[in-house]
């Protein structure tokens, strides 16, 4: 069984900071991006299961980030949550548009979060050595 990457598009490096808090019980591999350039670069080198994204970022936002996403065949179907405070209809619908599978506004709920992420990926909790399942 393969252990998931995330990747996580934020420029706010507390936001990254915290969903990486919110991963930690999980066996899974966070890559970090502060916009979307470093994150389609990071799209590329790393292969994520699945991407976190802001919607506001500078140099790249979060919809030209999935815009170019979506234009690249080996990228398009990678599941996409989209993060953001903006809560406006019309972002909704745009980023809808472009096939994100989820939404969130921030300040999010970790437990939320991580269980829309478990909708989409497979996350096995990290077992503490001589820990006994119940």
Do not use: W
Request: glycine share 4%; aromatic share 4%.
């Amino acid at each position: 069984m393969s252990v998931p990457t995330l990747l996580t598009v934020d420029d706010s490096r507390i936001q990254r900071l915290a969903i990486i808090e919110a991963f930690r019980p999980y066996e899974c591999t966070i890559v970090q991006a502060a916009n979307g350039e470093e994150g389609l670069l990071a799209v590329q080198t790393h292969r994520p299961d699945l991407i976190l994204l802001d919607y506001n970022m500078p140099v790249l936002d979060g919809l030209g980030m999935l815009t170019r996403l979506r234009a690249e065949p080996d990228f398009k179907r990678i599941p996409v949550i989209m993060l953001t405070a903006n809560s406006a209809p019309a972002t909704i619908a745009a980023v809808a548009r472009l096939g994100v599978r989820d939404y969130m506004t921030k300040p999010f709920n970790n437990d939320a979060l991580v269980a829309k992420v478990a909708r989409l990926v497979t996350l096995n909790a990290i077992t503490e050595p001589g820990a006994t399942a119940l």
